[in-house]
């Protein structure tokens, strides 16, 4: 299985019933596909609007996702201003959002929204959601592609927000971050510890029953 | 008093140094046609205001590759490139503000606010040069108000008083940049009579609206 498919088979599994959740661009679009049946969740999108679903047929006018790309409203969708999406967003009326990553470090810190003299594109509401959803849920390679790790102490890229993370999920595990611990959950079917920490540059509390990831068809 | 006027009336509204602020998110809800008047006007030294700036050929994008742009304060520019080639070219201001931060900022402007205290941007490079307060225990940012000269604007419908109605995600930053400048142009695809539109459907009130065009094409 692909990387980017395990680590979005695994996230799903963490929107539960009626959780109205804000997906980042790239992989975690990823996700409902794998969501379980009989799970309603919503799609927030920061552009301004609740009930974001699948484009079914041709495009509607101004019907797009916050990549500008056409998509389709669910019934019972709500539309509003870019004011009211962001009072959503900090007001902790998202139950979770989950984003991509460049790096992340073992105080929940994310960075992913520049490489100083490579690529400034801007947060867009990436900051927002970081430090307003209820949890943050990074779903991300483990490595770069040249195969440096992206869980550090400490990032060494511009932060996204401090201390908002609360699960990591990748290809070779998943960890959680609460009350200022870094945890290993889970690792991928196949992986070790021992290769987890190999590929890893946080330091992480191992507890003594390490979970495996489930990746069954939903 | 007859808010509706004709395009050739539109380019002698704008003055070189202006600030611009813009409805869209990535081009959807920017009024194309106004975007098009102030590049023919040649006005020149403009700081626009807005989510992004779309890409070459969409949104506002124009205006940035005609050079007729000094500064943005935007969220993201990662979609057009000329953007971040005039920027690293030292030809572009870019300041870069988060998407939730961005939007309060201008509400503040037009509702008579001193500023906002906000979460987002604690711990990052956004915080740097800015007041930071502490209120129950959280810390917060102060973010100050953003005005314009001019706010350029997309509606779906109209009423000759100037009533208007956004179409689905178009809506985004329209409404709110209403509030914030000295001159309000709105481009609309239809104009009804004063009465047509339901009071309860109205988004932007007419009292905040200055001058209406009819889309070109509409």
């Given at each position: 299985m692909e990387a980017k498919e395990i680590i979005a088979r695994r996230v799903a599994q963490e929107l539960k019933e009626g959780y109205v959740v804000n997906l980042g661009i790239g992989l975690p679009t990823m996700v409902p596909r794998f969501l379980q049946?009989?799970?309603?969740?919503?799609?927030?999108?920061?552009?301004?609007?609740?009930?974001?679903?699948?484009?079914?047929?041709?495009?509607?006018?101004?019907?797009?996702?916050?990549?500008?790309?056409?998509?389709?409203l669910v019934p019972g969708a709500a539309m509003f201003d870019s004011a009211t999406s962001f009072a959503l967003i900090r007001g902790g009326h998202v139950d979770v959002t989950v984003l991509g990553g460049l790096q992340v470090d073992e105080e929940g810190s994310l960075a992913n929204w520049m490489v100083p003299g490579k690529m400034v594109p801007g947060m867009g509401g990436a900051m927002d959601l970081v430090s307003g959803a209820r949890k943050v849920i990074v779903a991300m390679e483990h490595c770069t592609k040249e195969g440096e790790t992206r869980i550090l102490e400490r990032c060494n890229l511009p932060l996204t927000a401090k201390s908002r993370v609360s699960m990591v999920?990748?290809?070779?595990?998943?960890?959680?971050?609460?009350?200022?611990?870094?945890?290993?959950?889970?690792?991928?079917?196949?992986?070790?510890?021992?290769?987890?920490?190999?590929?890893?540059?946080?330091?992480?509390?191992?507890?003594?029953?390490?979970?495996?990831?489930?990746?069954?068809?939903? | 008093?007859?808010?509706?006027?004709?395009?050739?009336?539109?380019?002698?509204?704008?003055?070189?140094?202006?600030?611009?602020?813009?409805?869209?998110?990535?081009?959807?809800?920017?009024?194309?046609?106004?975007?098009?008047?102030?590049?023919?006007?040649?006005?020149?030294?403009?700081?626009?205001?807005?989510?992004?700036?779309?890409?070459?050929?969409?949104?506002?994008?124009?205006l940035v590759a005609s050079g007729q742009v000094s500064r943005v304060i935007v969220s993201h520019i990662g979609t057009n490139p000329t953007t971040g080639k005039k920027m690293i070219a030292g030809e572009l201001d870019v300041d870069l503000v988060p998407q939730g931060t961005l939007?309060?900022?201008?509400?503040c402007g037009g509702s008579g606010l001193g500023g906002v205290l906000t979460p987002t941007g604690v711990g990052t490079v956004v915080e740097e040069g800015k007041t930071k307060m502490a209120v129950g225990g959280k810390e917060y940012l102060l973010e100050l108000p953003l005005r314009a000269d001019i706010a350029i604007i997309k509606a779906k419908r109209a009423d000759r008083a100037g009533n208007l109605v956004y179409e689905r995600a178009a809506r985004n930053f329209n409404p709110v940049i209403a509030f914030a400048a000295d001159l309000v142009i709105v481009e609309v695809d239809e104009l009804v009579e004063v009465g047509e539109i339901d009071p309860d459907m109205v988004?932007?009130?007419?009292?905040?609206?200055?001058?209406?065009?009819?889309?070109?094409?509409a």
């Open positions: 049946k009989g799970i309603n969740i919503t799609l927030q999108s920061e552009n301004g609007f609740l009930g974001l679903g699948p484009l079914e047929g041709e495009p509607m006018p101004g019907v797009v996702n916050a990549g500008g790309v056409p998509c389709g999920v990748t290809e070779l595990a998943v960890f959680s971050i609460s009350h200022g611990e870094f945890i290993l959950l889970e690792t991928a079917p196949g992986v070790s510890v021992k290769v987890v920490r190999e590929r890893t540059g946080a330091r992480f509390v191992v507890p003594e029953n390490v979970g495996r990831m489930a990746l069954g068809i939903a | 008093m007859n808010k509706i006027v004709q395009w050739p009336e539109i380019g002698p509204m704008f003055r070189d140094g202006m600030t611009v602020m813009f409805g869209g998110f990535m081009g959807v809800g920017t009024p194309l046609g106004i975007v098009a008047a102030l590049r023919e006007s040649r006005v020149g030294q403009l700081t626009l205001i807005g989510n992004d700036t779309a890409m070459p050929d969409a949104g506002v994008g124009p939007i309060e900022r201008i509400r988004m932007t009130p007419a009292a905040l609206v200055d001058k209406i065009v009819l889309s070109q094409g």
